[in-house]
């Protein structure tokens, strides 16, 4: 993998709220209903409070037609990039490439 982009990944939150669920033309209610998971939940996942869970991903491949892999590999991205943010890895030396 190459190195850390200075742009925060998009959350998969904000792609269900601002063009996944509005192309579906679904209530938030309704997408809740339909994935198996409360209103509080889904709400907390769009207003990216909470990740999507490989479960959650499981749910939302089925319903959207997409796969979980995908909704995990966005998740995936944002989480490293919030870690490679926070973390520091100043005394940890690097002792080869990429593999």
């Given at each position: 993998m190459g190195g850390v982009s200075e742009r925060c990944p998009t959350h998969p939150g904000e792609l269900l709220r601002e063009d996944v669920i509005p192309a579906f033309k679904k209530?938030?209610?309704?997408?809740?209903?339909?994935?198996?998971?409360?209103?509080?939940?889904?709400?907390?996942?769009?207003?990216?409070?909470?990740?999507?869970?490989?479960?959650?991903?499981?749910?939302?491949?089925?319903?959207?037609?997409?796969?979980?892999?995908i909704w995990i590999l966005i998740q995936a991205g944002y989480d490293a990039w919030c870690a490679s943010q926070t973390v520091d890895v100043s005394d940890i030396p690097t002792i080869g490439g990429p593999i």
């Open positions: 209530s938030k209610t309704e997408v809740a209903r339909l994935l198996g998971i409360s209103g509080q939940h889904l709400h907390d996942i769009i207003a990216e409070r909470k990740p999507v869970s490989p479960e959650v991903a499981v749910r939302l491949g089925k319903l959207f037609g997409n796969g979980p892999t």
